[in-house]
């Protein structure tokens, strides 16, 4: 009889953490310095990194566009000996900017516009001080398919109604097919977004939206996928997603101007923003790592820019940047 | 009574009530699920730009602008799940028949293990099987203008061929408990095969059969990952099954991924969506049970 008794209270005990929920994470208390990731000769002011010595996990999330930066910018900080975990969710930047101001669940946010009043006190009800990390500039593609022959260039205006009002591509212009326009622009939380209503529809986005034709994805793949699908079809994204598919993708030059290093440079293509990532100083000093991973970032980000697809944001925004990281950190 | 009985009692009373403990909790799980959504919808539909009637007639469905007619998602999803029902019920049942009635045991053998490999497929599997085979087989015999690259047809076909396994097994057992005695009697006097299976065997299973196909109706207007993937990510009120439609299941799933931000609308929107939803496989599933329970015929 206790034989049963026994027998049951350990299927019970075997039982019950499972119920209960997984294992809590125990914090591995670090016997050396914090700090002693900082190494090596400095870059442009900022101290040096050594990735082998930084500990601990980082989190991030938001701008689809600013992921692949952050995920190169990731990669050669593991490469270089960095042993920890770097999340980095792609889900847009409003929604990043909520992970981190409003539920405090991320290190940094990713977003491709600045960050909204709202947003900044919403983080501080939370008891975090955004700080502003410019790390490239970003052409925000207008493509077709390949197969598309008609459309090499449209006006600002032409956009517009290409993305709202116009059923047929012959309604903007005559000389063109009198097909079905076929829309795929990234989702209504999306920096992208964002910054196309406000650039091209003077920051409404109900035109945009009451579009016929019209898929919204987060997912900017998806979207290449649908562009590539049919030559009647148009979106837009970041370039960096025009750069990785450019064999199967038409960029459109707007008022004339082509999306290239010099236009973005002097300013004179209509489409180019900024990409930020954001932290907090309180985070910064409590997560070394997240500091370390924000050093390395601002340090290298230009080595990497062009290879992901982007641009160089100019030296003195990046400058920018590096005295806030420095003011964040007390040096 | 003994000490010693006693104590047997309460010893076999534990793993008892350890059972109906769980028991209880899948309860609570289901109520709590409700709760919440009828909670969460009760948020949308307190919106004062929402109303019900709006909601259930509307044809456009934009949240973000203030259009909240649900008719376009409903209408894909109910296009997506007609193509795969006209899909897997024809074919299911024949498989099911050939099962039951004609499969050597040889043939059986091989053909069972295979359905059961092709219900084990992850619906992630099928949603790129939609895009990148079913999509592509439409746009080389329609034409690449007529099939657009995301379109409820596809996503549809491919429904139709994941709810495959479970119409033909769940059929072929309906058909598997008609008494062997009415096959024998009708033999007796003088049915070919053919005609004992479909003018006997097939009308005595149609209780089961039914419920099978109601069943399969609501798992292929609940999928989601194969419409997510390929029927279309925007909303668009359509009769043409080539064209890209988003369903209510595809609608939930780009919101719910990190789309909008919490209390907007949008974001409450996907509870009352999902409520609906609940709503229609549930009804579906106890109409399922109404049929076998009522039509259930006793042979004995």
Redesign the interface.
Known sequence: ?TK??IV?LLV?MAVLPVIAGGSKEIAQPSQENPMAWMEGPSVNGLPGVNPIKVRGNIIS?GSSTVYPLSERMAERFKEEGYSGNITI?S??S??GF?RFT?AGETDIANASRPIKSAEIEAAKKIGRNPIEFRVGTDALAVTVSKENTFLENVTMKQLGQIFSTAELWSDVDPSWPSQPI?RFIP???SGTFDYFAEEVFDKQ??PL??A???????DDN?LV??I???PY?IGFFGYAYYAANAESLHIVAIEGVQASAVNVDNGTYPLARPLFIYSDATIMNEKPQVAAFIDFYLSYVDEEVIGVGYFPANEEAIERGRTAWLKAMGM | MTTISRKARITSRIPETIMFLFALISIVITVGIAVILIRESYLFFNDPAVNLWGFLTGKEWQPMIDKFGFLPLLNATLTTSVIAMSLGIPVGLSVAIYLSEYATDRTRAILKPVLEVLAGIPTIVYGYFALTFMTPLLRSLFGDGVVEIYNTASAGLVIGILVLPMIATMAEDAIGAVPKELRLAAYALGGTKLETTFKVVIPAALSGLSATFLLALSRAIGETMVVALAAGAGPNLTANPFDAAETITGYIVRISGGDVSYNSVDYNSIFALGLVLFVITFTLNLISRKISNRFHQEYE
């Open positions: 009889m049963r008794i049951l019970v999330a969710d889900i847009g409003g929604a909520e409003v076929q989702g209504t939380d986005f109900e939206l009451a016929s034709n019209l898929q919204l994805s987060e998806i996928q649908g590539e699908g049919s079809a």
